[in-house]
């Protein structure tokens, strides 16, 4: 089985900053993505952050300038450092990935549990 596991989520002050981790474990034939969304309750999950292997990367509206998005795909990691947070930015993050789990297979999303982030005035 596939699975992702984050860490790092936790409380912190408007102004701060905090670093969430996710890695990759299971049967694995490959990556070509790997990212963040975010979920506040009553909206609709949103992108944070992705980078693909063709080396692109793409940031929600509201968090460019402060989240920045860094992966190793070797190992299976990929990482947000978040600053300069915002009590809106207070949300589920959850770690996702686009995986091929045979050669030649098709690759498929995949979803972590989500870790919770919570931004105090």
């Known amino acids: 089985q596939v699975q992702l596991v984050e860490s790092g989520g936790g409380l912190v002050q408007a102004g701060g900053s905090l670093t969430l981790s996710c890695i990759v474990s299971?049967?694995?034939?490959?990556?070509?993505?790997m990212g963040w969304y975010r979920q506040a309750p009553g909206k609709q999950r949103e992108l944070v952050a992705l980078?693909?292997?063709?080396?692109?990367?793409r940031y929600g509206d509201s968090v460019k300038d402060r989240f920045t998005i860094s992966t190793d795909i070797a190992k299976k990691t990929v990482s947000l450092q978040m600053s300069s947070l915002k009590p809106e930015d207070t949300a589920v993050y959850y770690c996702?990935?686009?995986?091929?789990?045979?050669?030649?297979?098709?690759?498929?999303?995949?979803w972590g549990q989500g870790t919770q982030v919570t931004v105090s005035s």
């Open positions: 980078t693909t292997t063709g080396g692109t990367s």
């Open positions: 299971g049967s694995i034939a490959a990556i070509n993505i």
């Open positions: 996702s990935s686009s995986i091929q789990k045979s050669s030649y297979g098709t690759y498929s999303m995949y």
